[in-house]
């Protein structure tokens, strides 16, 4: 009935549109302080639906718009609202040229420190504005309101708040560099992003600027895959605020409040946001409880020198699905209906428990409290969550991560700038499982969960006479695992324009940081205490809550970074030579393995490994609508921290980089109808290692499985249509092949030892598809504004050609090479609504936003390992092999927000 509602708004506007006497409106959308074109600027008829976005050289036009006085309206992030009286004559074309006022402090200098590109830098990007974030996110986590960028595929994992996952051209979250306001934040011991530590990012952010492949940062940052850039809010000259109030499928809650205090005294400026946000969760049990804060203070010193201050947190905890299922587990019909799944696996794990089944709690009557810490380094203990009822969650992520930036601008001279960004990050938490006796050792209850009360009683009344007659010994306990960091660092920039043709930026790229690892007792389970003898340090083996077990040490991480970049333009051409190298050394700090002689502790030394890499582009523009680009780069890849050392503090042996060529070349396409954008690329990457063991007389030496290559190529190609006011077309496609190229055999002979015969490993890889991503997929969202403020967006996307994913380390066996199982296509449908309502009484705006995602309901598998070690049938490569994520079913969400 909507559909048809809306298709008849649509008929008769068209219609009425076509018998009137029309018009035009063109003009262009400049930057008051520098004349540069603004792209992406809204241009509205005030009391019309009729409109149009500026283009990448900020030109804009309305077509069909009937003959009149109208009031033209300019709106962007990060300027003031400009309005300007206009009168259309018919079959005539009228120009109406902008230029709009920063209404934000500094919003240009974070581009440049974020190394934002355009349209004539030549690389392959792709933005989406606040507005579009706005539109299509919901109550998602940020990467997956980026699905609809080409070769982008982000998933919910397992359908934790904050779980979400990222690939990029094919490459993982390792291979990603997620940058916040310029700053690297990957994880520095290993390069991984977790996506709760960012909650309520997504409602603070004002761009994010998806760069595939080299990028266009000047740091030494490991951007194989791509770099994903994402810029806040900056401190707002203009003094308001919203309120905006949230509720969805999942019990989802959300209150958020922000608040610009305008400039003050043509100094000052202050923007700050919260949020609260509960949830029962779509899949069972995966509740969330988080808070999000945000701050963005300006002060400008004076004519030269400004700074900023970005402080950002969110303090949350969400219980976790973490392991994959087999097939049938989820759904048994489903599994019947695909051709290479074995029936006898139906009766091995034919549970057919549904999707939204999570193995990860258990029912648990007794009052109970957990020890973890989250607001603070030191643990306490806390009640049990509000949102579970006489049950006790196996796997729960609690973390507290703020981080602040404090950024400097310096004007030297009207050709010399200097920028600085000093940043400090105090991450605290950890995620929870069991510790002793393994769960998988107890009967699952009747509907598949842990038979926690049943522990409890076991736990409470086992007496071992030996340590005490009157309490009891735990065989089984609730542990934290919590990883804290302490990390800080510093990007120095300078920036000199030599001469009218080239400019040059270099600087320093300085960090530190301290990771602290261990595990401690959350719950007892119903006993009074617990056996561990991890630490040979220590004689005490009796835990109680809160007590360290099982490991504690520490990764320590310098970083010292240069970095040179000259950027040239000479008529219409545009080019750029980036270098930059970092040394990265690692150490690791064990307080439970044997210590060294006089000490308490077992220290490394520091294993130091340079990092570099090398680009080169242009950009030819052919004309202001037109243009063609190329790039090539280069990057030696060092090891991560758990490629280095193991938990006996053992170093690998042998560890060389890992190298990845990278060559692209693209258009650009841009007219005040259409934006296109059409890559190709090729990536190389050599070298892949691995870590693994070795055995020589009853010792294990690690060592890397190296040789082991892979190429990644494709076509991007992404477009949006402006044909009438009325309606917009978006599309994106990728068209690639991701593969391992080659067999190993890796010889490997330890370096303190005479042995005549050094041990072999072979990998069989040759010509196997790369998994954990489609290599295919295309994106179609059709924009609808049938009246004045509104907007509806219905987008598909279809995905092919997507084999599951798998450790080639683990083919081993010459004849085991057939292809890893590959998961069934799929699409889906989103469909987002937005309405500003008519009203505005004393400055305020109200404006409703809906959002149904999976609107068809689709069944499909959204992440898959193939050959999994726990759930594979007979290990040959098929569908009863596979451990799998279903995607999430059809849910909703809907938003009011204030706006004053």
């Not at 729960?396 to 000093?422: C, F, G």
């Not at 439970?592 to 490994?609: L, R």
């Not at 030819?620 to 006996?648: E, L, Q, R, T």
């Not at 994106?779 to 599951?804: E, H, R």
Request: hydrophobic share 35%; glycine share 8%; aromatic share 12%.
């Amino acid at each position: 009935m909507l559909r048809k509602a809306l298709l008849l708004v649509l008929s008769l506007t068209l219609l009425s549109l076509a018998e009137a006497q029309t018009g035009s409106i063109q003009g262009i959308v400049k930057n008051s302080e520098n004349g540069k074109p603004i792209s992406g600027a809204n241009v509205m008829l005030k009391g019309t639906s009729m409109g149009a976005a500026s283009n990448s050289e900020g030109t804009f036009i309305i077509n069909n718009v009937p003959e009149g006085q109208y009031e033209l309206v300019v709106s962007v992030i990060g300027f003031k609202k400009a309005e300007k009286e206009v009168f259309v004559n018919a079959s005539q074309q009228t120009n109406v040229n902008f230029e709009v006022t920063p209404s934000a402090l500094n919003l240009e200098e974070l581009h440049v420190v974020a190394s934002y590109a355009d349209e004539k830098t030549p690389v392959t990007h792709s933005n989406v504005s606040k507005m579009e974030l706005k539109q299509t996110i919901g109550s998602r986590d940020i990467p997956l309101a980026l699905n609809t960028t080409p070769n982008v595929y982000a998933t919910s994992q397992g359908g934790g708040s904050g779980d979400a996952d990222i690939k990029i051209r094919g490459f993982n979250q390792e291979n990603v560099a997620v940058m916040i306001n310029g700053v690297p934040v990957n994880d520095m011991e290993n390069g991984w992003v977790y996506w709760s530590n960012w909650a309520g990012l997504s409602d603070v952010t004002s761009s994010i600027q998806i760069q595939r492949g080299i990028g266009a940062s000047s740091l030494a940052i490991s951007s194989v895959g791509g770099t994903m850039n994402i810029i806040t809010d900056p401190s707002q000259l203009s003094a308001g605020g919203n309120f905006k109030q949230t509720v969805g499928s999942g019990n989802y809650l959300q209150s958020s409040f922000s608040y610009n205090t305008g400039l003050i005294n043509d100094k000052f400026a202050a923007s700050v946001a919260v949020a609260r946000t509960t949830r029962s969760g779509i899949i069972d049990k995966t509740w969330t409880d988080a808070w999000s804060y945000y701050g963005a203070f300006s002060y400008n010193i004076n004519e030269k020198n400004k700074v900023d201050l970005f402080v950002v947190g969110a303090p949350q905890q969400h219980g976790q699905r973490v392991y994959e299922q087999n097939i049938s587990t989820f759904d048994a019909d489903y599994a019947k209906d695909l051709d290479s799944y074995d029936s006898g696996a139906l009766d091995a794990y034919g549970e057919d428990r549904g999707l939204d089944y999570n193995q990860h709690w258990g029912p648990y009557d007794p009052d109970y409290e957990e020890y973890y810490a989250l607001w603070t380094t030191e643990g306490s203990k806390h009640d049990q969550p509000s949102n579970l009822d006489n049950a006790m969650m196996t796997e729960t992520n609690y973390y507290h991560k703020p981080q602040a930036n404090l950024n400097w601008y310096y004007d030297i001279s009207e050709d010399l700038h200097l920028k600085n960004v000093a940043y400090y990050s105090q991450g605290i938490g950890g995620g929870t499982g069991e510790y002793g006796v393994g769960l998988y050792m107890y009967p699952l209850t009747d509907n598949g969960q842990y038979p926690l009360n049943m522990i409890h009683d076991i736990n409470k009344t086992n007496i071992d006479s030996s340590i005490s007659t009157t309490e009891s010994k735990s065989q089984t306990v609730m542990r934290n695992s919590v990883n804290q960091h302490t990390w800080y660092g510093d990007i120095l920039t300078v920036n000199y324009n030599m001469n009218e043709h080239l400019d040059f930026t270099g600087g320093l790229d300085l960090r530190y940081y301290k990771g602290e690892h261990f595990r401690e007792i959350r719950n007892m389970l119903g006993g009074d205490y617990f056996v561990d003898n991890s630490n040979f340090n220590s004689a005490d083996t009796i835990k109680e809550v809160g007590d360290l077990i099982d490991y504690h040490n520490d990764g320590l991480v310098q970083w010292y970074g240069g970095f040179g970049n000259v950027k040239g333009e000479y008529g219409k051409i545009n080019t750029f030579v980036s270098a930059a190298y970092a040394i990265k050394s690692y150490k690791r700090v064990d307080y439970f393995i044997p210590a060294d002689p006089g000490s308490d502790k077992n220290s490394t030394g520091w294993a130091s490994f340079p990092e570099w890499n090398f680009k080169i582009g242009a950009t030819y523009n052919v004309n202001n609508i037109f243009n063609v680009y190329g790039n090539f780069g280069y990057i030696s890849k060092a090891p991560i921290f758990d490629d280095v050392y193991d938990y006996s503090n053992n170093k690998t042996q042998d560890i060389n980089n890992e190298k990845i060529s990278i060559v692209e070349a693209g258009i650009n396409y841009n007219t005040a109808l259409t934006e296109t954008k059409v890559s190709v690329y090729n990536t190389n990457w050599m070298d892949r290692s691995w870590p693994t063991f070795s055995s020589f007389d009853g010792v294990d030496y690690r060592f890397l499985l190296k040789g082991i290559d892979a190429r990644h190529t494709g076509l991007e190609v992404e477009t949006l249509v402006d044909p009438h006011p009325f309606v917009d077309f978006k599309f994106s496609g990728t068209f690639s092949n991701n593969e391992w190229l080659n067999d190993v055999t890796a010889t490997f002979t330890p370096e303190d030892e005479h042995v005549l015969e050094p041990d072999t490993a072979f990998v069989y890889t040759e010509g196997l598809k790369v998994g954990g991503a489609p290599q295919k997929s295309v994106a179609l969202s059709t924009i609808l504004k049938p009246v004045v403020g509104s907007s509806i967006n219905f987008t598909y996307q279809y995905y092919w050609d997507f084999y599951s994913d798998f450790d080639p380390n683990d083919r081993t066996n010459e004849p085991d090479h057939p292809q890893p199982w590959k998961i069934p296509n799929y699409g889906r449908l989103n469909i987002h609504a937005s309405y500003q309502l008519p009203y505005n009484m004393y400055g305020t705006t109200l404006t409703l936003r809906f959002h149904a995602f999976n609107v068809l309901d689709t069944k499909y598998i959204s992440d898959a390992t193939d050959n999994s070690p726990y759930e594979a049938y007979d290990f040959d490569h098929d569908a009863d092999d596979a451990s799998v994520y279903f995607g999430l079913p059809r849910r909703m969400n809907l938003s009011l927000e204030i706006g004053f």
